[in-house]
């Protein structure tokens, strides 16, 4: 089974830090996702990838940024966190062409105090 | 409208019929999903189906298509306990690596007595 590994479940940052998120995803898969999450919301695209070192902006860019250096890792970047950004974040792989939907991680709930 | 739309929340007895509505938009989408998500978990791929099927059953689950009203619902028979969750419908536009799964909102299933 394709495992998608995000390296936090909980994390508590202060307002204004740099805040990293990692994903490692173990399947040779081409596609990365990230998304937030928040009640009523759904889920929102924050930014994707389609290949080693290719970011594309999603509909909720604004204050992250990303970084994919090798396949199987695609970090999420919050330059300076601000408590707005306190949500569940999720990632998700996937090979891209065909029926093959979303391989989702486990989340990281981020709290930004 | 751009959105997947879903409604918020359903309650249901155990042991009874669960069923989960969803309206798509995209006439030329090519394959639709069910997720499931659990308390503090990622997104788990519970069905699919392809956009020139009408019905897919799979154990307790059934899924109709109505591509004329862009239209998916998910039928849970036999509703237990374990089946509370939040579900997302979605739907993928397109055929190639590039393409992207939309996602509903989502719609929390509470399970009463």
């Known amino acids: 089974d394709v495992k998608v590994t995000q390296s936090s479940r909980y994390l508590v940052k202060r307002t204004g830090e740099k805040v990293f998120l990692e994903c490692v995803q173990d399947?040779?898969?081409?596609?990365m996702f990230w998304y937030r999450q928040d009640p009523g919301l759904g889920l929102r695209l924050i930014y994707f990838?389609?290949?080693?070192?290719?970011?594309e902006k999603g509909d909720i860019p604004e204050g992250y940024s990303v970084s994919r250096e090798k396949k199987e890792r695609f970090s999420l970047i919050l330059e300076s966190a601000s408590t707005n950004q306190t949500s569940m974040y999720l990632c998700?792989?996937?090979?891209?062409?065909?029926?093959?939907?979303?391989?989702f991680g486990s989340g990281t709930r981020l709290t930004v105090v | 409208g751009e959105d997947v739309e879903q409604s918020l929340f359903l309650s249901v007895r155990e042991g009874d019929s669960s069923v989960i509505n969803c309206t798509y938009t995209?006439?030329?989408?090519?394959?639709l999903y069910w997720y499931k998500q659990e308390p503090g978990a990622g997104l788990q791929l519970l069905t699919y189906?392809?956009?020139?099927?009408d019905m897919k059953q799979d154990q307790r689950l059934t899924v109709l298509l109505n591509k004329k009203d862009k239209h998916l619902s998910l039928r849970i028979a036999d509703t237990q306990t374990g089946d509370s969750a939040i579900y997302f419908c979605?739907?993928?536009?397109?055929?190639?690596?590039?393409?992207?799964?939309?996602f509903g909102s989502g719609t929390r299933l509470s399970i009463r007595p």
């Open positions: 998700a792989s996937s090979p891209g062409k065909g029926i093959y939907g979303y391989t």
């Open positions: 399947m040779d898969h081409e596609n």
């Open positions: 990838s389609y290949d080693v070192k290719m970011k």
């Open positions: 995209d006439s030329s989408s090519t394959y």
């Open positions: 189906i392809f956009s020139n099927m």
């Open positions: 979605a739907e993928k536009r397109g055929y190639s690596s590039a393409s992207k799964i939309i």
